[in-house]
């Protein structure tokens, strides 16, 4: 998922864009970068590591300019080399740094095509850099020293004919701005905001718009599927339509886990539609065990706690902190290898043994995906004195690998691929397992006055709304990503890196 954000202002940028990447941390833990833009030079910093680690006064002092642009990462492609992090760069035509949230799907194909086609080499195993050098070929391709709006908006009308998959991308363009843009089934998210300076109006692109709340940003709106959006160095903002058939199917796993819940996205609040799962969830459990024996709701720390809170008040049931979440552990899901999730959790959550002690529990997560945090949650709630131990999940099974920016490349990895909800229970050693239906999870994300009737819901039912998924693919996906290829493939710090780190 990958967070990304980009600033045009009327003064230095450095330092609010690490401030936005602070504040996506949650979208990318493993690596992090910025480039900012003073009179045609480029600066940039990135490297493996979370925001405070990679970024040093030293480097913070070298990023000059009033525009600029910032990712965190959370690879689904390629490795985990430093010379992926992002942002890319690529000198011709122009010079253009680019961030890039999502998967394409046809980046092997791409690359070699801009080979045969172009003579461009790609050095890394990125599909970023793949889609960086579409859009370098397809501004190359106009032909023109000096670029306006329109050729740029031409040129990402030529990116989507080219890139399958779901992309939310911002760039840069020396001598012309800002650019942003979103794949034409508007699958990853991208937001846009403004804020007025003495100094005159500045413009925020961001994954969340959270990052804009938190600079002091007010949203404008969320980029369309499809649309891209241009700012030039002089603050001039433009828009336009580059798909020929956009279509609106967001990620439906946004909304359950990848979010924060005070972002906005496609006109949902997160947080309330969590609180709707754990509703929905309540109503299910209600329906199939009117006589239930719950004592206490436990929420699993910490993208559980909005809906297992709504579900425990319609339950009429005790909602309790049973776990307490260790501050400095970050977000197990998106570490890289499972051993690292494995001994991260215990690390993360202990239990407190006195809301256990003889009860029945129902523990609540947001989803079950490796089952590698319920099932050793579970052995908690047991060694803590509990007498039963039922478990709910407020998104429905997750049975298919992911192919659109979220690392979940391999089926056989997932718990519930090719498993009953008995046979999972049993595998998460549960006394009872509980799952959110698609149907009610899908009502629950719209509410009553959204306007999106589809959602990228392919994790739960195996449908990919860009139709160019086989099994062809899923096999060279999951050889590529599944957890022993990726512990095979150790880091790569001989892949050169084009860019001039400060
Ligand atoms: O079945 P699994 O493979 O374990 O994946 C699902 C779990 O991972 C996530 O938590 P995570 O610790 O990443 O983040 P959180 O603190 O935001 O809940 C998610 O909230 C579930 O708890
Ligand atoms: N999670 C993402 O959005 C990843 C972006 C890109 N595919 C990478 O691996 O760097
Ligand atoms: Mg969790």
């Known amino acids: 998922m990958c967070g990304i954000a ?156 080219w890139c399958r998959g779901g992309y939310a991308v911002v760039a840069m363009i020396v001598g012309f701005g800002l650019v942003a843009f979103r794949d034409p089934n508007g699958i990853r998210p991208v937001v846009f905001g403004s804020r007025e300076t003495e100094l005159g109006k500045e413009y925020m692109v961001a994954s969340e718009s959270v990052a804009l709340n938190v600079l002091g940003f007010e949203l404008e709106r969320d980029i369309a599927p499809g649309e891209a959006i241009c700012i030039t160095e002089e603050g001039q903002l433009n828009t336009r339509q580059c798909a020929d058939n956009p279509s609106y199917s967001p990620c439906l796993f946004e909304h359950v886990y990848l979010a924060r819940p005070d972002s906005l996205m496609d006109g949902i609040s997160v947080y309330k539609a969590r609180m709707r799962m754990g509703e929905a969830l309540a109503d299910k459990i209600i329906a199939e065990r009117p006589e239930h024996d719950i004592d206490v709701v436990i929420p699993i720390p910490d993208t559980s706690r909005t809906s297992a809170l709504e579900l425990a008040m319609k339950l009429g049931v005790k909602y309790r902190e049973g776990f307490v979440k260790n501050r400095y552990i970050a977000r197990t899901f ?27 529990v129902l523990l609540v997560d947001d989803s079950i995906v490796r089952g590698t945090t319920c099932k050793q949650i579970i052995e908690m709630a047991r060694d803590a004195g509990a007498a039963k131990v039922y478990f709910a999940s407020a998104a429905p099974p997750v049975r298919y690998p992911n192919v659109y920016g979220i690392d979940m490349a391999s089926a056989d990895e997932l718990i519930a691929h090719e498993r009953s909800v008995e046979e999972i229970q049993q595998q998460i050693g549960a006394d009872w397992l509980v799952y959110q239906d698609l149907d009610q999870l899908v009502n629950a994300t719209r509410g009553s006055k959204s306007q999106i009737t589809n959602f990228d819901a392919s994790v739960f039912n195996g449908e990919y709304v860009t139709g160019d998924i086989d099994d062809a693919y899923f096999a060279r996906l999951d050889a590529e990503r599944n957890d022993q290829a990726k512990s095979n493939s150790e880091l790569n710090d001989s892949e050169i890196s084009l860019h001039n780190s400060v």
């Not at 609010?16 to 009179?39: E, K, M, P």
């Not at 999730?341 to 043994?353: E, G, H, P, T, Y």
């Open 334 to 360: 998106i570490m890289p290898g499972q051993k690292q999730r494995q001994k991260s959790v215990r690390q993360k959550l202990n239990a407190i043994d006195l809301e256990f002690q003889g009860k029945n």
């Open 6 to 161: 980009g600033l045009v202002a009327r003064s230095p940028v450095n330092q609010s864009l690490f401030d936005a990447l602070t504040v996506l941390q949650h979208r990318g833990q493993d690596a992090a970068g910025i480039v900012t833009c003073q009179n045609g030079k480029l600066s940039m910093r990135k490297d493996n590591g979370l925001v405070k680690d990679v970024f040093h006064t030293r480097h913070m002092r070298k990023l000059h300019g009033n525009i600029g642009i910032a990712h965190v990462r959370y690879p689904t492609a390629g490795s985990n080399s430093s010379a992926e992090a992002q942002p890319f760069y690529v000198n011709s035509p122009f010079g253009i740094v680019l961030a890039h949230n999502g998967n394409l799907t046809n980046a092997e194909q791409i690359k070699q095509d801009l080979y045969r086609e172009d003579m461009r080499h790609i050095n890394t195993t990125s599909d970023s850099e793949v889609l960086l050098n579409v859009l370098a070929r397809e501004l190359q391709r106009q032909g023109k020293l000096k670029l306006d709006h329109q050729d740029v908006f031409d040129a990402i009308q030529r990116v989507h004919r």
